[in-house]
Each structure stands twice: as C-alpha cells, then as structure tokens.
C-alpha cells in the first residue's frame, strides 16, 4: 500500500486525503526526529487550513456545492472536462478521506470477503436502479393523491424501501472497477485494484458510470466523501433517469431526504429564508464534512481503536460501526475561554443505521409487522448486490502450485512457472517476488528449500492461520502425489492426449 500511494506513475487526482493520512497515520509511530515532527505536523496544520478555506467557499458561495460549470474559472487554463460539476473541496480531498486495507476497519470473517471495502455487483445494482426508475411516476402521482387505499400506501411503503436499499449502495459506492481487475475476491487483489486505480489516467472517483458497468467498489467510509457532492455522487448513475437526483432530493421518503432532515435538527442556525434547497443542503453539509484533519484523524483512530479483534464480522457490523463512529464524544474546540464545545455527532449517519438495522436484522429477529416481508424481499436484493460471485483464490490448490514448480530450483524459472497460472498471471515481478524471493547469495534453491516457501506463503494468504508447514510425513505424500500427476501429464502431453483428471 505504502508503495503504491508514493509511485511516481500516479495521477495526482487519484491519490486522495485518505491516502495522505494513511501516510501521516504510519508516520506517527515512528521514532521521529524533531524536525520531522514539526513538518508533520505543518503538512497537518496546512490541510486543516485548506479543508476550511475549500469548505467554506463551497457552502457559502452559491451555486459551488454542485458546479453548473467551470467554464467561468478557465482564465488562461484548460480545465479538463472530467472535473465538470467537481467542487473544490472534492478536488482537494480526491473524493476520499480514508485509506485502508481490506479487514482493517470491520474484520474479515476468516477465509470470506472483506465487509469493509470490497468488489459488488454492478449489474445488479444496475438492474434495481432501472426497475425503480421504472416506478417514479407511479410513485408521484399516488403521493398527490388525497384519500389512498391499504394497498396504495403498501406499494409506496415498499417503494421507499427499496429505493432507500438502493440509495445505500449509491453512498457507498467509491468508484467502478475494470472487469480485469475484478477477477478473484481476494484481499490482495483488491489492494492490487487500488494501486491500479491511482496510476490510471482515468480520474476513477470523478467519473459517471454506464449500464454495462459490472462491477463497483463499495467502501463503508466512502460515504464521507460522496457527502461533499451529493448532485454528483447521485448523477453519476445518470443512465438511470435525467431526473433522478431531483426526484430524490424532493421525495420525502427518500434515504437523502431523511438524512438531510436529521441534520436539520442540530443546524437551525442555518438559514437561507429565499432558497430552502441552499439551506438544507448546508446544514446537510454542516453535519457530515470532515474539515479539520484532526477530526479525521480522530475518525480513522476511534475505528480502529475499537475494531473487533475476532473474525465474527457480519453484515449486521454496519450498523455498529456506524453508530460507534456518531457515539465517539468528539468535541470541537472552544473558540472562547466561556464558549462551549460542539459535539461532532454525524447525525446523518443516523438514518443509514436504521435503515440497515431494518434490512440486516428485521428477518432474524422475525419480526411479525406487516413490513417483514418487504425488509426480507429486500434483504435479498442487498445480498445479490453485496456478496458477488467472483473467482475465488481458495480454488487455488497447494496441490496445483507444487504440481506446477515440479523440480525447479532457479527462483526465475520458478517465478515463470507461477505465472502459467491464472492467479499469478497478472501479478508483476515485485509481487511474485513476494512468493518466491530471490536468494541473498544469487543461488538456487534446493528442491525442499523451493517447496518450503511456497507452502509457507499459501499457508500464509490462503489459510489465514498462523504459517505451519505440514508435518514431514504429510507433506512428503503430498509432494510426491503431486510428483506422480505431473510425471503422468508430461508422459500424456508428450502423446498430445490431455491429462485425464
């Protein structure tokens, strides 16, 4: 991770604050130098500047949360037409306040996907958002309409249900991946995608997305960011309807229109008595922008302070992460010796938690409303979005590995041997490296030494135990099974017949 947020081939735009704290964070427990000390904690103070000067010129100045255009700004300069309706706090931030690798937020489940940041099914967030484009006229004209029937008011309760599932997924949503790069739901090739996506000319969290886009990198925090341009994060689905985010900013049973509601309540200071859309989306803003970096800092801690240390993780995490991150007691400092301090509260956060309660609980807890089975129809959508089909690395056999090397001993030979299989195909030289280093005297391995490794790292990635090699007895069978296969397929090819399995 490290390595690739400083790469030199990466775009400027796609390296994000998240990414600059998750330097700071690794920084700051090390032994440091005075002076370094001190640069670090200018580079701080400089981004909490600027997190303020961008905060206050968006929210204050009309018209700049979601830029109608940048045409007016151009002067002498070309502004690149991808950054169109992109604000200046979203530019400073990259779009994302938080870095992180799979499992460090919520812990992963052992031998399953990361809950925290993983790879989701875009057709199917795709198909829900088009069948509920599908109901907005229906869903208007019932709204205006004076004395509603049971099943009336059933079909928008149901309406509002399912779009809100869908508005979860439109928050948490951080960017589209390259079907290539969306091939294995291992941890190491999500973080392998994140590299991928700093280096690629494509400004990834900038971008609008397409119907035929297969796949979506959900991140539990990147709500945080979407937060900063809500038109945009919303338009970005615009294949789904023109009108789309005006429908839900107006809709009153909206997930947005709750979430702006619930910010309200602690923001009636606010207030633009000509234009009530400026004021709830101030106070909206308000409430959920990160402008200080040691709020964020503070954020990015009490996660990972008070993280599970076991792999029970589960969707139903969600709601408690959410709701340790509203509960944390952050307070903002005094601006006066008799001022008070503000509570940093996140009250946005608040309806996305019951929502989820409601989605990930209602059904086992059996509730008998007459909501059950719309909250379990909806469960199900959430899981055919969330948990996606992807080639799994446990496929990967030990077997397969130790069949493959066969007898090399030269770590290049062995490196070229990896990469006929398809996991390690795409895996560069660094990263094989990781699997089979080269030794520090530039000799071979002996055969044990070879095999050693390789068990060694499978145990390590695949097992997600602590590394034990097999017992002799057990891996010498293994070994020589794996021997007498590839003795078999080398006699078979040599024939031109396929290795019958």
Known sequence: MLKSICATDNFGYNVTAGDLFYLFSILEREVLSENDNALLFFLKSL???KLYEEYDQ???????????????????????????????????TGGSYFTYCPGDFIPKPSKEVAYDIRIISGKELNGFLSELRGGFKEIEDLEKKKNKT?????????????????EFFILTTKCAVPQKKAETKDSISLVRTLDFLRHNVEACHYRTFYPTTGYYLFDIMSIFGNMINLELTYKK??????????????????????ITEKSSVSRQYINYEDNNERTQMHRLLSDSIIRNAEVLTS??????????TTHEGAQQEFVTFYNKIQSSGMKTQKTSPGGEQDEITFHFLEPISELLSNILGKKERGNPDEEADI?????????????????????????EILKTIHRAKNPVTIREKLKTIPYFSKMDDDELKSWVPDKPDGTNYTKEEAEDIIIRKYNEIFIHEDVVVPAESEQTEMLQQAEVQQVDMDENESNGEPVQQ
Request: net charge neutral.
């Open 58 to 92: 968006v929210t204050e100045l009309e018209g700049m949360v979601y830029p109608k255009t940048n045409d007016e700004e151009k002067g002498l300069t070309i502004v690149d037409r991808r950054f169109d309706h992109s604000n200046k706090l979203q530019l400073l």
């Open 237 to 258: 689905f615009y294949y789904v309807n023109d009108d789309f985010y005006r429908f839900i900013f107006n809709h009153p049973g909206s997930l947005l229109h709750k």
């Open 375 to 399: 909250w379990s129809k909806c469960k199900s959508i959430f899981d055919s979005i969330f948990n996606i089909e992807l080639k799994s690395p446990d496929n990967l056999s030990l077997e």
């Open 299 to 308: 954020v990015r801690d009490i996660i990972v302070s008070q993280r599970k």
């Open 47 to 49: 981004y909490s500047i």
């Open 150 to 166: 049971d099943e009336e008011n059933k079909k928008i309760k149901e309406f509002n249900i399912r779009l809100n599932t869908a």
